[in-house]
């Protein structure tokens, strides 16, 4: 089986070489390409990226996540939850590094087994990125307007930050 492992993406680029000279196609032609195209698109998406990361940032510095949280600790308490998540809650849709950090500094003070980490634990297994996400995807196709793509995903982390509480 670990053989198998080792060569299971070496063993799949030969068949897609072979493959494609058995078809006579031109492979490094359309690598060049498929390389051209990812990069455009690389290009289209950095602004929309470079703008969510100085808002992360200003939002952090600026003590509103502090502020909201503080605001938001007693609704937690209300749906049961461990106020020391709150943090995590309101980054966590934001910014998958900062989130990983939080829960982190979560574990690290309250241990892996406690309810705050197992409820942390559960809140970043089971939400998303939600706008780097929709800023990356609709970044990509040039579309301006989220629709429902954002509710329902809040709703989404929303729904995973109450169900993490009930089971834990």
């Given amino acids: 089986m670990q053989v198998l492992q080792i060569l299971l993406i070496p063993l799949l680029l030969l068949w897609l070489l072979v493959a494609a000279a058995w078809k006579r196609m031109p492979v490094y032609d359309l690598f060049l390409i498929g390389s051209k195209e990812g990069l455009q698109v690389a290009l289209r998406v950095l602004p929309n990226l470079a703008a969510m990361m100085v808002a992360i940032g200003m939002f952090r510095v600026s003590g509103c996540l502090d502020a909201l949280t503080d605001l938001c600790t007693p609704v937690f308490q209300g749906l049961g939850l461990p106020p020391e998540i709150a943090p995590l809650a309101m980054m966590r849709p934001l910014s998958g590094s900062a989130s990983l950090g939080m829960v982190e500094a979560l574990i690290t003070r309250y241990g892996p087994d406690s309810r705050v980490g197992l409820v942390a634990c559960t809140v970043m297994g089971s939400s998303e990125t939600i706008f780097y996400t929709i800023c990356v995807y609709l970044g990509?196709?040039?579309?301006?307007?989220?629709?429902?793509?954002?509710?329902?995903?809040?709703?989404?982390?929303?729904?995973?930050?109450?169900?993490?509480g009930v089971f834990f």
């Fill in 140 to 164: 990509a196709i040039k579309h301006k307007r989220s629709g429902y793509a954002i509710p329902c995903a809040l709703l989404g982390a929303l729904a995973a930050l109450v169900l993490a």
